[in-house]
T-cell receptor, first 116, second 112 residues
Framework: DAGVTQSPTHLIKTRGQHVTLRCSPI?????VSWYQQVLGQGPQFIFQ???????GRGNFPDRFSARQFPNYSSELNVNALLLGDSALYLC???????????????FGPGTRLTVT | GNSVTQMEGPVTLSEEAFLTINCTYT??????LFWYVQYPGEGLQLLLK?????DKGSNKGFEATYRKETTSFHLEKGSVQVSDSAVYFC???????????FGTGTSLTVIP
């Protein structure tokens, strides 16, 4: 079975632009989470969706938004890009909803965003 | 709150040496603990996990024991290989939360 897939792999944007990142979860997984990983740091939580509903939001500005589609794929949107948004954006999927025993996340390869 | 603290890196070891990477945590609610590994240019791979106190997670020769009394989940391997070179992240999630909390990562380089 395919793992979590993300697209694009890399992209370069200019300050002020917006970007859309895409994620397809493992087949059968209904939960998708997004994380930002700045170079040299651990991933920081941005959003969590389960069954198309937002279940959690991290400490990120309103420029960041996301949604989950009926097929459980997800998009992360970032508006008015800043230099500080340059990072690896990771998507993770899980079978169980958060808080359930055995909850674990499987990560995709990430999208490397560079803002110039 | 919830947080994970990992030992500072980078760590450089010779092949077949013993590895320990320290991880301690603070958590509200009841945590499950994880180790993830990230190879250069890739996403995170789940290495092992433990969901209750005194559980030992193990995989590919790595192991870690969930110690509630010391709030620790140290990663160990008896004999490292060059292919183990990567960044290792300790993480937790709780039964009341909706996210994973990660440490800052520990870079391991194994030299032949």
């Amino acid at each position: 079975d395919a793992g979590v897939t993300q697209s694009p792999t890399h992209l370069i944007k200019t300050r002020g632009q917006h970007v859309t990142l895409r994620c397809s979860p493992i087949s059968g997984h209904k939960s998708v989470s997004w994380y930002q990983q700045v170079l040299g740091q651990g991933p920081q939580f941005i959003f969590q969706y389960y069954e198309k509903e937002e279940r959690g939001r991290g400490n990120f500005p309103d420029r960041f938004s996301a949604r989950q589609f009926p097929n459980y794929s997800s998009e992360l949107n970032v508006n008015a890009l800043l230099l500080g948004d340059s990072a690896l954006y990771l998507c993770a999927s899980s079978f169980n909803p958060p808080g359930v025993a055995g909850y674990e996340q499987y990560f995709g390869p990430g999208t490397r965003l560079t803002v110039t | 709150g919830n947080s994970v603290t990992q030992m500072e890196g980078p760590v450089t070891l010779s092949e077949e040496a013993f590895l320990t990477i320290n991880c301690t945590y603070t958590a509200t609610g009841y945590p499950s603990l994880f180790w993830y590994v990230q190879y250069p240019g890739e996403g995170l791979q789940l290495l092992l996990k433990a969901t209750k106190a005194d559980d030992k997670g193990s995989n590919k020769g790595f192991e870690a024991t969930y110690r509630k009394e010391t709030t620790s989940f140290h990663l160990e391997k008896g004999s490292v290989q060059v292919s183990d070179s990567a960044v290792y992240f300790c993480a937790l999630t709780t039964n009341t939360g909706n996210q994973f909390y990660f440490g800052t990562g520990t870079s391991l380089t194994v030299i032949p």
